[in-house]
């Protein structure tokens, strides 16, 4: 059974520099040392954007470096406040695809994971740009990804989800062209399920039929009432990442809170 850890939203910022208060460096530093101590046996860490809060050099430099500790392998694609540039000079290990896009596909014996690179920029003309993308070039590159799975179910990591979540700012910033990405994922019809960061909160359902799951950061998380029209706010609560587990029957999904997790338990 193929095992994936699936972190979403870093936000890292330089020394000495907080968000809300929170320092992501210590909140994702822990979120490692948790996957390295209980999921070391994990196929891939995979990655799905907003590696940093303000794509400046000296965070990617520094996520660099953090990610360097942990013990499985790692599969990194970007999200709207990343620089795609600006990591791939940072991160020159990731060979991005033909057009330059920051995607790959990764085949196990169980499943291809396909990760797509849905910023949409340059130009980075904000706030446009946070809303994500895929452009002509990136749904050719998805439709080769899908025709030549031979046979293999799909999972699609991505960083903007490609549909409403019913958050109303976060909605607002979504995949902008998700009529065209559904289309397309149907027509092939092997996709099973989608996964997504971008709303910073634990979020599980099915869209056009398909399944989907959105997991929240190890940093900050996108404050529940749904109704909020803006997208910056954040509220401090404990960090996460997700577990997703391939089965002979099908695919199984965890979200674990590891800031509040107890491996001490007691009978209850």
């Known amino acids: 059974m193929t095992k994936l850890i699936v972190f979403t939203d870093l936000h890292m910022v330089p020394e000495g520099t907080t968000i809300i208060g929170l320092d992501p460096y210590k909140r994702l530093l822990a979120g490692i040392e948790h996957v390295n101590r209980y999921h070391a046996d994990a196929d891939r860490v995979i990655i799905t954007g907003d590696l940093t809060h303000r794509a400046d050099t000296l965070s990617y430099e520094r996520l660099r470096d953090l990610l360097a500790l942990l013990v499985p392998p790692a599969a990194i694609t970007i999200g709207n406040h990343d620089y795609r540039e600006r990591f791939l000079e940072t991160f020159s290990h990731v060979a991005p695809d033909e057009d330059g896009f920051v995607q790959q596909v990764i085949d196990y014996a169980d499943c291809r994971a396909v990760l797509l690179d849905t910023l949409f920029a340059p130009p980075y003309d904000y706030p446009m740009s946070h809303a994500g993308y895929l452009c002509e070039k990136r749904l050719a590159w998805l439709e080769r990804a899908l025709a030549t799975a031979s046979g293999l179910p799909v999972l699609l990591f991505m960083h903007h989800p490609p549909h409403r979540t019913g958050f109303t700012g976060m909605d607002a910033i979504r995949l902008g062209n998700e009529d065209a990405f559904y289309d397309l994922v149907l027509r092939h019809g092997n996709v099973r399920h989608i996964f997504a960061g971008h709303v910073h909160r634990t979020i599980g359902g099915s869209h056009r039929g398909i399944p989907f799951s ?55």
């Open 214 to 268: 959105i997991f929240k950061s190890p940093v900050h998380q996108q404050p529940m009432p749904f109704d909020m029209p803006n997208a910056s706010l954040s509220v401090d609560e404990p960090g996460a990442y997700g577990i997703v587990m391939v089965t002979e029957e099908g695919l199984q999904v965890h979200n674990e809170d590891y800031e509040i997790a107890r491996r001490d338990p007691a009978i209850a």
